[in-house]
């Protein structure tokens, strides 16, 4: 009780030290109750969110933040304005003496809700301030999604382009070609260019011993059919594959089965491991050099174990042939060296690799070489 007293007479004496003045005298005691504990709240530090109209979810979240920021902190110590009104003065004193009385109660809480309330506000503004910079390299890597998908689009636009370019010239140089064998009698014209089919025959009995004992060989560029003659004559069963229609017909009524098709076409649509040997001449020199590449690879794959392969090309180390027939081949596209072919074959997996000159060893005066190899 004394201690009461002790405490009652050290409020008012602290009211008698404080400067007159007035209040609002409209105002209730629960008004009064809630100034001392803090509950009002300040309006000018309000940003009212239905005054500014965000544009996206984080400008939302950042008003949201200002108002947090302003309105965390409850102000137990807010000061008491006086009323001019004379009566004002009984209400000023009592609401100061009220608030000396009740907060002690709960200032103990308020610190503590103060020190809550800080602690949230400033997690959430870390976690804005970390929204942000995430927001901001969101925003760069679309910009650069959008650069970069302008560049593919081009790209894209360019290799289309470029692929019609190149059907084109692919569909002319075929469009020429097909005219070419339709323009000429093409088995003279062949006869011409490689000799008789009793010379070319005669050539080709070099490649015999590689193919006997087999039964499913391929010819990937028959011509006049010497080489089926050949496989034929000694009953070794053989197929053949020729581009000039004109040609495959006469083969097909000598009683052959030769496919109407470019020879590389062909073979790359059949099934792997199918033949046991694989025979080709004056081809290769028709290929570019990614389609020579890929020959070798397919022969590869569509040959059994054990499988022989025969290429048959001009010889560019014998220089009798850059003064004959080779530039008129209208398929002709270039000489193929002996060495770069065993490189290919190698690489593409053939084994025992040898060449095999036309007249034996003679490289020079050889017009013709062949490779000759097993899977």
């Known amino acids: 009780m004394i201690e009461s007293k002790k405490y009652l007479g050290k409020i008012i004496e602290e009211i008698e030290n404080n400067t ?3 209040s609002d005298s409209s105002e209730t005691c629960d008004d009064v109750v809630q100034k001392l504990l803090g509950h009002r709240k300040s309006k000018s530090k309000i940003k009212d969110i239905a005054q500014d109209t965000p544009k996206n979810n984080l400008e939302l979240l950042n008003l949201a933040c ?3 920021n302003a309105l965390y902190y409850i102000d137990y110590k807010q000061s008491i304005e006086r009323s001019p009104r004379k009566t004002g003065a009984i209400g000023y004193w009592f609401r100061i003496l009220i608030r000396k009385l009740i907060l002690p109660i709960y200032i103990g809480n308020l610190k503590k809700q103060n020190e809550f309330n800080a602690s949230v506000t400033r997690g959430v503004n870390i976690a804005t301030n970390n929204l942000e910079v995430f927001y901001d390299l969101l925003e760069e890597q679309r910009k ?3 650069e970069q998908t302008e560049v593919i689009d081009t790209l894209v636009r360019r290799i289309d382009r470029l692929q019609d370019g190149y059907d084109d010239l692919k569909g002319t140089r075929a469009l020429e070609s097909d005219n070419f064998y339709s323009m000429v009698d093409y088995e ?8 008789t089919e009793e010379e070319t025959r005669e050539r080709f009995k070099k490649y015999l011993p590689y193919f006997e004992g087999r039964d499913c060989v391929i010819d990937l560029s028959s011509k006049l ?3 089926l003659v050949l496989m034929n004559e000694n009953s070794i069963n053989t197929a053949g594959v020729e581009k000039c229609e004109s040609l495959v017909q006469k083969l097909m009524a000598k009683g052959f089965n030769v496919a109407w098709n470019n020879g590389l076409d062909y073979i790359t649509k059949m099934s792997d491991g199918l033949f046991d040997g694989i025979f080709v ?3 290769v020199e028709n290929l570019r050099i990614y389609e020579l590449v890929k020959l070798c690879n397919t022969v590869h794959s569509k040959l059994q174990a054990g499988g022989i392969f025969v290429c048959e090309a001009v010889n560019p180390s014998c220089s009798y042939i850059y003064s004959a027939t080779s530039y008129m081949d209208p398929d002709f596209t270039d ?3 002996p060495q770069a072919l065993v490189y290919f074959l190698k690489k593409a997996g053939f084994s025992d690799v040898k060449i095999v000159y036309s007249k034996d060893q003679d490289i ?3 017009e013709y070489y062949a490779v000759v190899c097993t899977k």
């Open 335 to 337: 000489f193929v060296h």
């Open 144 to 146: 650069r999604i959008r």
């Open 281 to 283: 001449s004056r081809y």
């Open 20 to 22: 007159l003045g007035g």
């Open 364 to 366: 020079k005066n050889s």
């Open 188 to 195: 003279e014209y062949v006869s011409f260019l490689h000799g």
């Open 225 to 227: 059919g010497e080489f």
């Open 66 to 68: 200002e108002q947090n």
